[in-house]
């Protein structure tokens, strides 16, 4: 990735075009899975917002404007300029996202499981709405960020300390996302397996192009500890395989570009974050996961993730958490303040 010292001719024109043109307009044991019914697989045609890959090249002057937008329209030095522009088709930085996270057996895993199908819906649509609000110069969709692989405090069968959803669940999770016509995260905790034996259990999911990925250090026990004993890590390494993985997905069946969410919260989470390479075919978020009071989360987003760019930017917040130990649950106008702003926002 490349950082700017000092605005290239191509920089300057890209600003003052932007000037001249531009108007706005934690973690426990998930017993018997199986037991959860059986549901139909929706058709891929039931997903509205996913374009499909464009014939034409990305428009690289509306990205710069989108970037620039996310910098508060101030390109400096402490961010990367990207100019290594995304493949047709891509969501970001063009869109908005705001998801809901968790898993449908459980309430403490986040809102997903926490409420009644019919609210949570309902709660989602004015969520995307309120953030519609705040930003309408970047539309936004909506999304479900499902746990499909947890990480568990019992080895297992396999002695991996993680238990892989059942077809049904994620099958819900894809019906649900066509209902509300939104995107669908597939997130993996590995416990102690990893992405190279977890990913291909989600292929058949990840080639529809509605379906994106997820992936969660604090529950990658490299060390052979028992999840949530003590905080999980990944590699820059690790990161770069998941996204090879999807660039040959995206490129064997002609998909619009993927997006990988990373979460992180603490600097040993996420190991040489400078080797993470790009790629035009995967769109990386680095999604900022700490709970707690508005500033304990604003000085983590600033030092784990604006201080170590990589990409694209996320911000978790959550429901009950953050109000206990914060006082409040941060808003639009105050989450679209930090710098950068961020593209992906996470409800759990």
């Given at each position: 990735m490349r950082y700017i010292g000092k605005l290239a001719l191509e920089t300057v024109v890209a600003i003052l075009l932007v000037w001249i043109l531009w108007t706005p307009s934690r973690h426990f044991k998930i017993e018997h899975p199986e037991t959860y019914g059986k549901g139909a697989f929706p058709e891929k045609e039931a997903v509205a917002h996913q374009p499909a890959p464009a014939g034409t090249?990305?428009?690289?002057?509306?990205?710069?404007?989108?970037?620039?937008?996310?910098?508060?329209?101030?390109?400096?030095?402490?961010?990367?300029?990207?100019?290594?522009?995304?493949?047709?088709?891509?969501?970001?930085?063009?869109?908005?996202?705001?998801?809901?996270?968790?898993?449908?057996?459980?309430?403490?895993?986040?809102?997903?499981?926490?409420?009644?199908?019919?609210?949570?819906?309902?709660?989602?649509?004015?969520?995307?709405?309120?953030w519609q609000a705040a930003d309408t110069a970047t539309p936004v969709l909506p999304a479900f960020h499902y746990i499909a692989v947890?990480?568990?405090?019992?080895?297992?069968?396999?002695?991996?300390?993680?238990?892989?959803?059942?077809?049904?669940?994620?099958?819900?999770?894809?019906?649900?996302?066509?209902?509300?016509?939104?995107?669908?995260?597939?997130?993996?905790?590995?416990?102690?397996?990893?992405?190279?034996?977890?990913?291909?259990?989600?292929?058949?999911y990840l080639v529809r192009p509605e379906v994106h990925l997820g992936i969660d250090p604090e529950y990658s026990m490299k060390g052979g500890q028992v999840p949530c004993s003590v905080i999980g890590t990944l590699d820059a390494e690790d990161i770069n395989y998941a996204a090879t993985w999807l660039a040959g997905l995206v490129k064997q069946h002609r998909l619009p570009p993927k997006i990988l969410v990373v979460h992180r919260f603490t600097q040993a989470m996420v190991t040489n974050y400078k080797n993470i390479r790009l790629r035009p075919e995967v769109q990386i978020v680095m999604d900022m996961d700490g709970f707690g009071g508005v500033a304990k989360k604003k000085d983590t987003y600033r030092s784990w993730i604006a201080r170590q760019p990589v990409q694209f930017t996320g911000f978790k917040l959550f429901y009950q958490v953050d109000v206990a130990t914060g006082g409040h649950l941060m808003g639009p106008g105050e989450v679209l303040a930090l710098f950068p702003r961020p593209i992906y926002i996470q409800y759990q």
């Open positions: 090249a990305t428009d690289t002057l509306a990205y710069r404007q989108k970037m620039l937008q996310l910098l508060h329209d101030s390109a400096v030095a402490a961010w990367p300029y990207q100019r290594d522009y995304p493949a047709p088709g891509a969501l970001l930085p063009f869109h908005r996202i705001v998801a809901y996270y968790g898993n449908f057996y459980t309430p403490k895993l986040g809102v997903l499981g926490s409420i009644p199908v019919d609210s949570m819906l309902a709660r989602l649509s004015a969520t995307v709405a309120m947890t990480a568990q405090r019992s080895p297992g069968k396999d002695g991996k300390y993680r238990l892989r959803m059942p077809e049904a669940a994620i099958n819900k999770a894809l019906e649900l996302a066509a209902q509300a016509h939104a995107l669908v995260f597939l997130d993996i905790q590995p416990g102690h397996s990893t992405l190279q034996e977890e990913l291909p259990q989600l292929e058949k």
